[in-house]
């Protein structure tokens, strides 16, 4: 299986995922982006901080970077369109 | 030779010479499978170093690790509590040596000598009382939160400050995805506690890390020095 790393940048600095993680297709690695960043998002709320600057930068085993996944990506529509009437 | 694990080691003198004859020296490599979900268990073990992680498991590639056992412990802790198996899955996650017994004649010596019981029984109490602030910690504490107890704990049952350890186990220790604990590290680090580099996680200001960790750490630590003795 090929090996992806999930970086997440933050606009100022990035902070590496220095041991990256075997899944089987840039499909799996987008989904394990999504549903880190709901995970992200849940205890970011918790304490009342924005992430919605920060991204994930999804790196193949290459180095090169194949997707970025907004933070905002992995909430609902409906959520986001609320947030900015 | 001395016993560098904490139970063995506070059995009384001619307690530890019941034991000693039955005992067997083997190294645990990390990854090691000690004991299978609803299989018999065959042996206790008694780790003279390294770390073993108590999974309970979701499904067949699931889990979240409940309980933590290295030279404070033993592993196989149903033999002792008149069980032949258990649900959880239970691992190596660092390296290490340790002593095993057969468990029939583990059962025959618990049978025959009180005083070997009665310690161990006490270990079930403070055992049992780890796992209760582990679900205290999960319901309660943020990663960060979780991520310095879990360090602690680590850094309690070994004698040097670097963990070896990599992203993905304490992903499974914490019930968190990887991108979370890669977080959870950076703000340890941030705040001076640790360092963090590949696959190795040092220890840097334990008072600090323990005075963040919070209500999860502490408890359990100062009843396993209660009911059997010095833990670090």
Redo the contacts between chains.
């Keep these: 299986m090929p090996r992806f790393f999930?970086h997440?940048d933050d606009g100022t600095q990035r902070?590496?995922?220095?041991?990256g993680?075997e899944l089987p297709d840039l499909e799996a690695a987008r989904e394990?982006?999504l549903?880190?960043?709901r995970?992200?998002w849940a205890?970011a709320i918790?304490?009342q901080q924005d992430i919605g600057s920060r991204r994930?930068l999804i790196v193949s085993g290459d180095g090169s970077i194949v997707e970025l996944i907004e933070m905002d990506d992995a909430l609902p529509r409906s959520l986001l369109d609320r947030l900015k009437i | 030779m001395a016993f560098n694990n904490r139970l063995l080691r506070a059995l009384s003198p001619a307690d530890q010479e019941v034991l000693r004859p039955h005992l067997r020296w083997l190294e645990l490599e990390r990854g090691t499978v000690l004991v299978l979900p609803d299989e018999p268990i065959t042996h206790v073990w008694f780790p003279e170093s390294g770390l073993s992680s108590i999974i309970a498991m979701a499904g067949s590639d699931q889990g979240i690790e409940v309980g933590l056992a290295g030279r404070d412990g033993l592993v196989g802790m149903p033999l002792l509590l008149d069980a032949d198996r258990t649900p959880h899955r239970i691992f190596m996650q660092v390296t290490g040596v340790g002593h095993s017994i057969d468990g029939n004649l583990f059962r025959k010596v618990l049978d025959d000598h009180a005083g070997i019981r009665k310690l161990l029984l006490r270990y079930v109490q403070a055992y049992s009382t780890q796992t209760t602030y582990t679900a205290l910690s999960n319901a309660m504490h943020t990663v960060e939160e979780r991520l310095a107890r879990w360090l602690l704990m680590s850094h309690d049952r070994q004698d040097n400050d670097e963990i070896p350890l990599t992203h993905d186990f304490l992903a499974l220790m914490l019930g968190v995805r990887r991108p979370s604990v890669t977080i959870a590290l950076h703000s340890l680090e941030g705040l001076g506690f640790i360092k963090a580099t590949r696959g190795l996680i040092v220890v840097r200001k334990r008072e600090e890390l323990e005075e963040f960790a919070g209500a999860g750490y502490g408890v359990p630590e100062a009843e396993y020095e209660r009911l059997i003795g010095q833990l670090r």
Excluded: K, V, Y
């Design positions: 999930l997440i902070i590496e995922d220095e041991e993680s394990e982006a549903g880190s960043a995970q992200l205890a918790l304490r994930f």
